[in-house]
């Protein structure tokens, strides 16, 4: 079993499931119908992912429960972890008693033994990680030989160009950390990110023996472009600038 650095475990945020915890309710409402979540980065996702029938994943930052339930509904065996009791209260409400729910963060040691899955799914979790290192070791220990990590995160140019560039800050080759106040269900919480350089992540997936086999920027669902016209027009299909997609494959 790969060890675990002792300072790995003084390196998660409580802030940040605090945060969660604070909005549960309402972050799990706007996550059914947001163009951002249902009609983009979900159905990336599970198009990453492919015929899961019967696959052992593990949802990693499983939030309120959506993808773990599309997951399971397409027949894989799914197992979800949070850092937010608040939001896995709302994954049971929606799943039910009988889903494999755990509180975790993954700046902590995963609670599951060597090669316990065939895939992880990271979706638009790593984002809140200064460090990627010991997560992603973690997250290579507990899959199979051959197993997948598929992952999603803010685009880092995006963020670059939204919030770096009106301010001033030229400097994308930086790993910056970024604050903001989101409002949900009418309850306000500070959150903080970690905004890195392309090249900075794709290192840190190889460093952890990963192999990349897709880097993807796709299209949000066709029914994006009529339920949401104020963002799409004729020059840009449904494609916009927001998230960053991989696709990779434990060595």
Do not use: K
Not at 60 to 79: H, M, Y
């Amino acid at each position: 079993m790969t060890p675990v650095p002792e300072e790995r475990a003084r390196s998660a945020d409580p802030t940040r499931a605090s945060g969660y915890d604070s909005f549960a309710q309402g972050y799990s409402a706007e996550n059914e119908t947001s163009l951002f979540n249902a009609y983009y980065e979900r159905p990336a996702m599970l198009e990453l992912a492919g015929d899961v029938t019967g696959r052992r994943i593990l949802d990693a930052g499983c939030g309120s429960g959506p993808l773990f339930a599309a997951l399971r509904d397409r027949g894989a065996l799914v197992t979800g972890i949070d850092a937010s009791a608040g939001m896995l209260e709302q994954t049971r409400l929606r799943l039910g008693t009988d889903a494999d729910l755990r509180v975790a963060d993954l700046a902590d040691p995963l609670p599951f033994p060597d090669n316990a899955f065939d895939d992880v799914v990271a979706s638009l979790v790593l984002h809140y990680l200064r460090d990627w290192e010991p997560t992603l070791a973690q997250l290579r220990r507990v899959l199979v030989p051959g197993g997948r990590l598929l992952v999603s995160v803010e685009h880092p140019f995006a963020n670059f160009l939204g919030q770096y560039l009106a301010e001033n800050q030229t400097n994308y080759f930086q790993t910056r950390n970024r604050t903001e106040e989101w409002t949900m269900g009418g309850q306000t919480a500070q959150l903080s990110f970690w905004d890195r350089p392309l090249h900075a992540m794709t290192d840190a997936f190889a460093a952890a023996g990963f192999r990349i086999d897709v880097i993807s920027e796709p299209p949000a669902l066709p029914a994006a472009r009529d339920l949401f016209p104020d963002i799409f027009d004729e020059s840009t299909g449904t494609r916009f600038l927001c998230f960053l997609f991989f696709a990779l494959h434990a060595d």
